[in-house]
């Protein structure tokens, strides 16, 4: 089955202690994009990534790392978490034909999401 | 640039009402957009897509959306609301080139009464 699989689910942590959380894709897509989702907001763009060892910055990037050493995944990082990265976190993957002009017959792949609480 | 602007925060319906989710977009060139539904507690699952092959475009679950590039609008409807259809429903346009992520608007609650 073609997915998007993220881990953990939930994830409480506390201020400061390093933490990953995992985005793996099983349809050999070479754009991947991370975004966090809160109330009144929408979903914001975190990272993307382009193909291996391409990424860049989206929207909100400040505190948060990623890296793209496999096609396949594509983990977060988050150094030093502090509560107002508390939120709901989506992966997402698409092939590269849709990122890169504006068209797709496929849409986005998301992951299920990664709800973390930073105390 | 692309944006899109969804233009209300939360609509309640009846069940069996017909249900109308408003969604204004901004682009320079024709969009690619997309109206995707989130159930709650769950991840994000794409409801229809349109790509300049036809206006009128028909989803799952029997919603469907026009795109109108006259009014800039890509509004979603379904002749009659079910119970599963509470939820919040996001509007969603690509901006293209080199970031080509999606842009998201700030979501529409759906709610659904008996």
């Known amino acids: 089955e073609a997915q998007v699989t993220q881990n953990p689910r939930y994830l409480i942590t506390v201020t400061g202690k390093k933490l990953t959380v995992t985005c793996s894709q099983n349809?050999?897509?070479?754009?991947m994009s991370w975004y966090r989702q809160d109330p009144g907001l929408g979903l914001r763009q975190i990272y993307y990534?382009?193909?291996?060892?391409?990424?860049d910055k989206g929207d909100v990037p400040e505190g948060y790392k990623v890296s793209r050493k496999e096609k396949r995944n594509f983990p977060l990082i988050l150094e030093s978490p502090s509560p107002n990265q508390t939120s709901l976190y989506f992966c997402a993957s698409s092939p590269i034909t849709a990122a890169r002009t504006g068209t797709t017959n496929y849409g986005y792949t998301f992951g299920s999401g990664t709800r973390l609480t930073v105390v | 640039a692309q944006s899109v602007t969804q233009l209300d925060s939360h609509v309640s319906v009846s069940e069996g009402t017909p249900v109308l989710l408003r969604c204004n977009y901004s682009s320079s060139y024709s969009p690619s957009l997309f109206w995707y539904v989130q159930h709650p507690n769950k991840g994000l699952q794409l409801l229809l897509k349109y790509t300049s092959a036809a206006t009128l475009v028909k989803g799952i679950n029997g919603f469907e959306a026009e795109f109108k590039k006259s009014e800039t609008s890509f509004h979603l409807t379904k002749p009659s609301a079910h119970m599963s259809d509470a939820a919040e429903y996001f509007c969603v346009v690509i901006r293209g080139g080199s970031q080509g992520n999606l842009i998201f608007g700030k979501g529409t609650k759906l709610s659904v009464k008996p």
């Open positions: 990534s382009m193909n291996v060892e391409v990424t």
């Open positions: 349809m050999n897509h070479e754009y």
